[in-house]
């Protein structure tokens, strides 16, 4: 199972969207559309049409390139493009989102969070 708890500031956002999380980190990393294009083979117009939430869903094919190259987790980039996501061993993946109040989650808030929810599919398998 995949946890992301503590979101990176270009994903900080309760209402994030795929367009501006990817904008955002290319605009971190110094890139230009073109230099994106050239490194992944993407046009800069699809690109662009991505960025301004015209094109919401691209395939997964294109997000684990850009995900490669801005090094965002793809599980992450599948979740906001509405696809499933799933782990490095084929499961589906899970994420905590904060909400805009609650920056970082301290290891034992994680490790509490992690005991509750083994105590619910305890519980669930019960009965």
């Excluded at 995949?2 to 890139?31: F, K, N, T, Y």
């Excluded at 084929?90 to 509750?116: C, P």
Aim: hydrophobic share 35%; charged share 30%.
């Amino acid at each position: 199972m995949l946890i992301c708890l503590a979101l990176p500031s270009w994903a900080e956002s309760m209402d994030e969207q795929l367009g501006g999380v990817l904008r955002l980190r290319r605009e971190e990393l110094g890139l230009s559309l073109r230099q994106v294009e050239d490194k992944t083979g993407i046009s800069n117009a699809y690109l662009s049409q991505v960025e301004n939430h015209k094109i919401t869903q691209p395939s997964p094919s294109i997000l684990q390139k850009l995900s490669d190259l801005y090094d965002i987790s793809y599980s992450r980039l599948l979740v906001l493009a509405g696809h499933p996501a799933v782990d490095n061993r084929g499961r589906k993946a899970v994420f905590f989102r904060t909400s805009s109040g609650l920056k970082e989650i301290t290891r034992e808030e994680e490790k509490e969070l992690l005991d509750y929810l083994r105590f619910l599919r305890m519980k669930r398998s019960e009965k």
